[in-house]
């Protein structure tokens, strides 16, 4: 079964399943040497080999363990603290328990094991442990997954380090396959004017960073080129600072020079935050770039998730050439769908927006002024 699971979230996605019933029941057979415990499978037929093992509540230091004779029988000393029993029969661990021990119980009963799956993306698992708090149990981030291969009935939190992420009450066989994703979270501190337009970039700071920088980690900008194509300006070892020239009319502003060669391509292109995050954008209205260039060049917006090498889905708008400082306004709506070459329509993208690109396959020279999102309120993915 395929469930959601939001990580760590004021409005937490959580599982709604009945509660599980003791597993113990009955007195317990006291002894000279401390306690006799029976365990027995669902249909109360003895388990020989099973092992018995009980836990400080505290800590879950071990405390006593005893496997089962031919009869079912273990045989523990009785605990000086509070603490929980483990029963654990079958060489996979098929038949489990995990319960609060009572001294008066003197059956322990083991059901068929579950097992949990949680996909998630490298950058929300940080290298952290996955476990079932107040159980022994704890799963690494391996191949996309945290995987509980086989793991008691009953009621648990899941944890992710230090975090509890969801509740989730695991039937006894049940196999649980879900996915962790980002939450969803409300900025509170980007700065909007009243009809809701963010300056992307003006450059005016002279760093590297579209302005997102302000409020939360970003990689800025960077230029790439295929083909035979390559930057004039800047060089290839040249600061970001190179790039920029300034007028009295314009301010600051950042003025690229390059060769497209026969076939080539260059990309100019920010990453709105750092490679584990993006952006809800669904809200935008249009994008506005102020600009002059002697060349046809693409505008877009990528979803995050990569298809292909450096190859992600996007919406994209061509702009013409102007070298007169232009103003033009691209509106969601009027971009240039050809699913063929992974250009879909803003609605199919929007939600997950990472990275802003220009494409350029001709001419020699682009200038930006100012890059401005229209109506947008940006909503924040962050591990």
Request: charged share 20%; glycine share 8%; aromatic share 10%.
């Amino acid at each position: 079964m395929k469930r959601l699971l939001a990580a760590l979230t004021s409005s937490l996605l959580v599982w709604a399943c009945s509660g599980s019933e003791s597993s113990t029941a009955g007195a317990t057979s006291e002894t000279t040497n401390g306690i006799a415990l029976r365990v027995a499978d669902d249909g109360q037929q003895p388990l020989p080999h099973a092992r018995v093992n009980l836990y400080s509540r505290v800590g879950l230091a071990k405390l006593d363990s005893a496997v089962t004779d031919e009869s079912g029988m273990a045989y523990l000393q009785t605990p000086s603290e509070d603490c929980y029993l483990e029963g654990i029969a079958g060489s996979d661990s098929s038949l489990m328990v995990w319960n609060d021990f009572d001294v008066d119980d003197s059956v322990v009963t083991l059901s068929p094991s579950a097992s949990v799956v949680v996909r998630a993306d490298s950058a929300l698992a940080m290298e952290l442990q996955m476990m079932l708090s107040g159980t022994p149990y704890s799963a690494s981030y391996q191949d996309g997954a945290f995987v509980f291969a086989h793991v008691p009935a009953g009621d648990f939190s899941l944890m992710l380090g230090d975090s509890s992420i969801a509740e989730m009450s695991l039937e006894a066989g049940e196999a649980v396959d879900t996915l962790l994703v980002a939450p969803k979270t409300e900025p509170d501190s980007i700065v909007l004017d009243s009809a809701g337009i963010f300056t992307f970039e003006d450059f005016e700071d002279g760093d590297s960073l579209n302005n997102l920088a302000k409020y939360y980690p970003n990689h800025g900008w960077y230029f790439t080129s295929i083909g035979d194509s390559k930057w004039v300006r800047p060089g290839e070892k040249e600061p970001f600072s190179a790039v920029l020239d300034s007028s009295a009319e314009q301010g600051r502003f950042l003025s690229a020079t390059f060769d497209v060669g026969d076939s080539g391509m260059v990309i100019l292109g920010s990453h709105l935050g750092t490679d584990s995050t993006f952006f809800d954008m669904s809200g935008l209205t249009a994008v506005r770039i102020t600009y002059r260039s002697d060349c046809n060049f693409s505008l877009a917006l990528e979803h995050r998730q990569m298809i292909a090498e450096n190859t992600f889905n996007k919406a994209l708008w061509n702009v013409e050439p102007s070298e007169e400082w232009t103003e033009v306004v691209l509106k969601t709506g009027d971009e240039i769908v050809r699913p063929s070459v992974n250009q879909q329509s803003w609605s199919d993208v929007a939600e997950e927006i990472a990275l802003f690109s220009i494409f350029i396959q001709e001419g020699s020279f682009l200038q930006v002024d100012k890059i401005v999102f229209e109506g947008v309120n940006f909503v924040y993915y962050t591990p």
